[in-house]
């Protein structure tokens, strides 16, 4: 065979070989898509920057972040707590232990607790530089 047919022989193969390669894995990438929504998801507009009740209905906090942990899952959140008259303190707070329900067709968060619980637990501080949320007593 001639050389020049060789080279063209073999780039074509290449390029079919490369194809293929490049569709296993743009089909590959598409597993993680989704084709329809769970219908359990909550969006995070319905946590983020809401307020929290107690069980009579009064409120005692806001969420203020949602931390979400290596693996996606959100297991914390800050809450706000008091700020009206006093410096507003951050808490953390499971993500399980708030309720969501459903009030005037909105979310509505609750939780088990007091404000008062809320305020005497330990505070944290939000720290730019490490981009994370540290005890509130501790120096960076």
Do not use: C
Not at 70 to 89: F, R
């Amino acid at each position: 065979m001639h050389p020049a047919k060789t080279f063209i022989a073999l780039s074509a193969g290449i390029v079919f070989l490369s194809g293929a390669a490049f569709a296993q894995q743009i089909s590959a990438g598409r597993a993680d898509l989704m084709t329809s929504v769970p219908t359990s998801s909550r969006t995070v507009t319905d946590w983020y920057k809401q307020p929290i009740y107690d069980k009579s209905d009064s409120k005692i906090g806001n969420i203020d972040d949602v931390l979400v942990d290596p693996n996606g899952q959100i297991n914390a959140v800050i809450v706000g707590v008091g700020g009206t008259i006093t410096a507003e303190k951050d808490v953390a707070v499971n993500f399980s232990a708030i309720k969501p329900t459903t009030k005037n067709d909105k979310v509505y968060l609750t939780m088990d607790t007091t404000e008062a619980a809320l305020k005497s637990a330990p505070g944290f501080k939000y720290d730019r530089d490490k981009s994370t949320w540290i005890p509130e007593n501790s120096s960076k």
